[in-house]
């Protein structure tokens, strides 16, 4: 099996570095906490172009359109570009074969970009290892018994002897988290540095309700949960809960148990997804509070929701352990229990925090530092 990968090096050599600067990303194909990561990437280098195996322009954010992106030849299924899990099995290939004409590349990844055909020197800033690899079972939850989990249970070894392999050959790894500075260093073997990711939404910027639900949110008596819907993300229990006290709770996101999780909602519970930012801004802005009890590698949307001075009903756990401090933004649950959940949001006084505090608190975690460090970074490779 090593000999299959060296072959496939051997097909794909090292491009000629042409550019100064790029930056790589897995796919642009949704709108999560990595995508505006890439964002700001491209606000610290805006004269880079973006590498990425697969682009939906429709799917992800429209600020993508300023960019140069640059697709592989997977690109061109549209199927692929809709469904991007369905393209793991040939993902390694793609990835080897995706050529970075760069000096330097500045490198987004949650398992796949880190295996790009990279020209000259690379830093990684690690989302995490491959959830899908070094965490399949939490990556499943429930579909652990559908095809596409019996799928990955047998590409599980190839997919893991190409990512440890490519990670060998990478550059300079960074962490986003604790956890995944933990993690990099249990797969890897790695030491390696944290730089936290920003918020980058902008606060001052227009707001918008959620057309159909005007009335549902017109009095700010609901609580929020931005998230994907996948399982790991605990999704279910929270509206379980919510089903059982009969309060308001608006889900925004997209996934694969969209279906399952609007079948199971009580008329209390609402779901919208690839909103605006303006809607998204509103949303934050007239919420009582957020609600994050899913395993994170590192907690994002308490800095959004802290940006608007909204605290956050967090689970002890993960990523949010970087960015809830419980005197200040947020109260921690033990487990992602049903029982846990309501007893929190049936005890959660917003009167207890203050607004101004919050927002002070998470002004540490800017994209103004972000970037400044990132360009300390890129300009010592």
């Known amino acids: 099996m090593p000999q299959l990968f060296t072959h496939l ?29 890439v964002l700001a990437m491209h606000r610290a280098f805006p004269e880079a172009k973006i590498y990425t195996t697969l682009y939906e322009p429709e799917a992800t954010f429209p600020e993508f359109a300023d960019a140069e992106i640059v697709v592989s030849p997977l690109n ?8 991007h899990r369905y393209a793991l099995p040939v993902l390694p290939l793609v990835s080897s074969a995706l ?3 760069a000096r330097k590349t500045l490198v987004s990844s949650t398992g796949w970009a880190h295996g790009f055909n990279f020209a000259g020197k690379s ?23 559908s095809a596409m989990g019996y799928a990955l249970k047998i590409l599980l070894p190839l997919l893991k002897l190409w990512d440890q392999k490519v990670a060998r050959r990478a550059g300079t790894y960074v962490a986003n988290s604790t956890t995944i500075q933990q993690r990099i260093k249990d797969v890897y073997g790695r030491d390696v540095d944290i ?22 949110l017109d009095d700010g008596d609901y609580f929020l949960l931005v998230s994907r819907l996948m399982p790991y993300k605990n ?41 605006a930012d303006e809607q998204l801004r509103f949303a934050y802005a007239h919420c009582k509070a957020l ?25 002890k756990a993960g990523g949010y352990l ?43 975690f800017s994209e103004e530092r972000f970037i400044q460090k990132l360009r300390e970074r890129i300009s010592s490779l």
């Open 9 to 37: 090096r051997q097909l794909f050599p090292r491009p000629a570095a042409r550019e100064e600067i790029a930056i790589a990303h897995d796919y642009l194909t949704q709108k999560g906490g990595a995508e505006r990561v």
């Open 76 to 83: 061109r299924i549209g199927f692929f570009r809709r469904n």
């Open 99 to 101: 050529k970075v004409p």
């Open 123 to 145: 830093f990684i800033y690690c989302h995490s290892p491959a959830r899908w690899v070094y965490l399949a079972d939490q990556y499943l939850g429930k579909n652990e018994s």
């Open 195 to 216: 730089i936290f990711p920003p918020f980058s939404l902008q606060v001052d910027a227009a707001e918008a309700p959620v057309e159909g639900l005007e009335d549902f």
């Open 235 to 275: 999704i279910d229990r929270v509206v379980e809960a919510f089903n059982l006290m009969g309060k308001k709770l608006l889900v925004i996101g997209a996934g694969p148990m969209e279906e399952e999780l609007k079948n199971m909602a009580g008329p209390s519970v609402e779901f919208v997804a690839n909103i």
């Open 291 to 315: 609600l994050a009890v899913s395993y994170e590698d590192f907690g994002l949307t308490p800095l959004e929701a802290g940006a608007y001075g909204k605290p956050t009903i967090a689970l």
């Open 322 to 364: 970087d960015t809830i401090r419980e005197s200040i933004n947020g109260v921690f649950i033990e487990k992602p229990t049903v029982e846990n959940i309501c007893s929190a949001v049936e005890r959660f006084d917003p009167e207890a925090f203050d607004a101004g505090k919050i927002q002070d608190y998470v002004q540490s």
